[in-house]
C-alpha cells in the first residue's frame, strides 16, 4: 500500500515557531541561524545563488553565479552577467518571479553593485536585495569581512523555503 504524504500549507506573511530552513551566511552561535518566514528564507536562497562560485557545491557543478569571475573583467558590458543572474535564479529558485536585475560595475575600485527586484507568485508581494560585492569581500576565507547586503521590502512577504 502506498504512503500518502500531507503537505501544510504556509502562510508567506505568517511568522512560524518552527524553523522552515537556514539563513546564510552561516554565523549564527551554532553555526546556523535559521529562517521562520519564507521572505527571510527567499532573501537567504538568492544571496546563496548569487555568492556561490561554479563547482563549489558537489554534484551541483553548474551552481552559483560566480561573482567572483567578474570583478577584475576590463569591460563595463554587465550583459553576460545579467543573463547568469537571471539563468541562475530561474533554475534554482521557485516561487518568485524576476522583475529587474541592475548591475553597477566600479572598474576602480573592483566593486559590483548588485540590485534585484523580485515579486512573490504566491501573493504578488515585492521585494528587493541588494548586495555590494567587492574585492576585499571573502565568503570562504574565516577572519575577513563579508559582502555588504542590503534589503528593502515592498511588503516583504515571500513564499517558497527550503535551504540550498
Not at 555568492?51 to 570583478?71: A, D, I, W
Request: charged share 20%; aromatic share 8%; glycine share 10%.
Amino acid at each position: 500500500m502506498a504512503n500518502v504524504r500531507e503537505y501544510i500549507q504556509i502562510n508567506p506573511t505568517e511568522k512560524r515557531n518552527k524553523a522552515i530552513g537556514v539563513i546564510f551566511p552561516f554565523d549564527g552561535e551554532a553555526v546556523f541561524n535559521s529562517s521562520y518566514t519564507t521572505a527571510e528564507q527567499i532573501k537567504s536562497n538568492l544571496l546563496n545563488v548569487l555568492l556561490t562560485e561554479p563547482g563549489e557545491r558537489v554534484f551541483k557543478p553548474n551552481f552559483g553565479v560566480g561573482l567572483r569571475n567578474y570583478l577584475f573583467e576590463n569591460s563595463n558590458d554587465l550583459s553576460n552577467l545579467e543573463e547568469r543572474i537571471n539563468n541562475q535564479i530561474n533554475q534554482n529558485i521557485t516561487g518568485i518571479e524576476l522583475v529587474s536585475v541592475d548591475l553597477i560595475k566600479e572598474p576602480d575600485s573592483h566593486e559590483i553593485k548588485i540590485a534585484i527586484s523580485y515579486r512573490v507568485l504566491a501573493n504578488q508581494e515585492s521585494d528587493t536585495i541588494q548586495i555590494n560585492f567587492s574585492q576585499d569581500s571573502s565568503i570562504n576565507n574565516s577572519g575577513a569581512s563579508s559582502p555588504s547586503v542590503g534589503a528593502s521590502s515592498g511588503g516583504g512577504a515571500s513564499s517558497g523555503g527550503g535551504g540550498y
